[in-house]
């Protein structure tokens, strides 16, 4: 049988636009996710997906971990890949991450017990002091749009992971509730100058933001 998940994701994102992708996740990376990582840490890349955030950061040693065998062929020559369940990473040694990301994942599992298992294997895998960055779909900005992906299950605002980070043990240090546009098809703006204009107009956040950044620690 044809796996759904692999299906999905490659109607949603075909591979013409893969180039404007990736050039907005170095924009991304350089402009606000690298200040959170060090040269010397070692990254996971939570539902890699296709790997544009994991191949282009910049850092010690890089892992993608996701359930979809396709990311084997996004990761660059050096990621090492896991294909694992986000509530499983058994391969992932215990306190031996600095930095997890997740993008764009949370809206996917399927029930509350769900996200806080998520959350309770990302905190066991962190190291003590190590940061969770998550880009995340807020449903009380987005409003109904937010269900109009089939894969969509668990309706979450910044207050839902605020207190979603607390059951887990995990103390958040960083939220911006309005960052980036719901998607990156037609609102996103694909040259990246105008991706790093963006970035540094927060009334342009402010009017266009529907995801939120966060940043705990454990």
Known sequence: MTDP???????????????????????????????YVKPADTVLDLAAGFCQFIN???????????????VRAHAAPGVEVVIAPSTAMTAVQSASIDVVFVSNFFEHLPSTEALLGTLAEIKRVLRPGGRLLVLQPNIRLVGGAYWDFVDHHLALTEKTLAEAFALSGLTLRETRTRFLPYTMVGKMPAHPLLVWLYLRVPPAQWLMGKQSFFVAEK
């Open 56 to 70: 282009t950061i910049k850092c010690a040693h890089k892992m993608a971990v996701d359930l979809n065998e396709d």
């Open 5 to 35: 998940v692999k299906e999905i994701y490659r109607a949603r994102f075909p591979e013409r636009d893969a180039e404007r992708r990736r050039a907005v996740w170095r924009v991304l990376c350089a402009s606000v996710f690298q200040r």
